[in-house]
C-alpha cells in the first residue's frame, strides 16, 4: 500500500470508529417521558394567578387517561425552577385540595430527593426551601374558576444547575398527587402507569440554559451528545496533518 493510500485509509476507519457508538448506542432513557422547561429572562410572580409567561402546557393530562382535567407549565432561570399546574377539572376550592411533585429518583422510601407540595388553603409541606401560592380563578384554559397551583422551586434544592436534568413524577403518596381534589377524592398521577420503586416509570425534566452557543440556546448536557462529533473533528485535523506530511515527502 502506498504512502499517499494509508493516511486516507485510515481516515475512513477511523470515522466509522469513532461515529458507530454515538449512531448505534441507544439511550439510557428512551422510553421515559421528557418535560422540557423553558427559560425565562423575567421571573413569574408566584400568586396562584396564570398571567403572562405561562404557555405551551409541557404536561396535558386530560380525561379519560386521568380523572382530572389538569396542565402543567415549567420554566427557569439560572437560579430556579417555577411550575404552574391548571388544574381546570377541580372547580371546587377546599383546605385539603394539593398538587405534589418529587424530583430526584431513589430507591429507598419515600423515593425522592426533594418533594413539594402545596395543600388549597396555601399551606407548604415536604423539603423546605421553595414558596407556592394557590388560586381559585379563570385561566386561558378555561372561564369556569379552577384551583391553579404555583412553584418557585431553587435549582439548589433538587440539586441540578440550568441546562441540566433530574427525574420527577407525582405519585399517589399519602392519598395526595399533581392534582389531588379532596371533594371527589380523585388523583393524577403522572405519568400514566408510575411505579414509585421504577426510575423507567418517572418522567425526565429537562430545564434549558440561557448562554447561546452558535446563536443557538444549548443545555450544558447536550454537551455530552457532541463529545464524540468534537473528538472526530480534532481527529480528522490529526488524520489531514499527516496525509499532508505524506504529500511533502513524497
Known sequence: ?????????????????????????PSAHSTQLVVDSRFTGVSPIIDGKMEGLWSNPTITMKTPDYPIDAFAYFLNDQSNLYVL????????????????????????????????????????????GYSAAVGFDSSSNSLTPHMIYEFSIP????????????????????????????????????????????????????TSLSRPVGGIVM??????????YLALVGLVAAVSAVMMVGRRKN
Open 85 to 128: 399546574v391548571d388544574a381546570v377539572g377541580d372547580t371546587t376550592q377546599e383546605p385539603l385540595d394539593e398538587c405534589l411533585l418529587w424530583f430526584g429518583f431513589a430507591p429507598s422510601y419515600p423515593g425522592y430527593t426533594a418533594r413539594v407540595n402545596v395543600f388549597g388553603d396555601g399551606q407548604v409541606d415536604g423539603t423546605a
Open 1 to 25: 500500500m502506498s504512502t499517499s493510500k494509508l493516511p486516507l485509509t485510515l481516515f475512513f476507519m477511523a470515522i466509522l470508529l469513532v461515529s458507530a457508538p454515538t449512531l448505534f448506542l
Open 155 to 206: 435549582l439548589s434544592l433538587i440539586q441540578i444547575q440550568p441546562g441540566q436534568s433530574i427525574t420527577v413524577c407525582s405519585p399517589m403518596w399519602k392519598g395526595r398527587s399533581m392534582v389531588y381534589d379532596k371533594g371527589t377524592d380523585l388523583d393524577n398521577i403522572w405519568p400514566k402507569g408510575l411505579v414509585e420503586s421504577d426510575v423507567n416509570t418517572w418522567g425526565i425534566l429537562q
Open 219 to 228: 443545555p450544558t448536557n447536550k454537551l455530552e451528545i457532541l463529545t464524540p
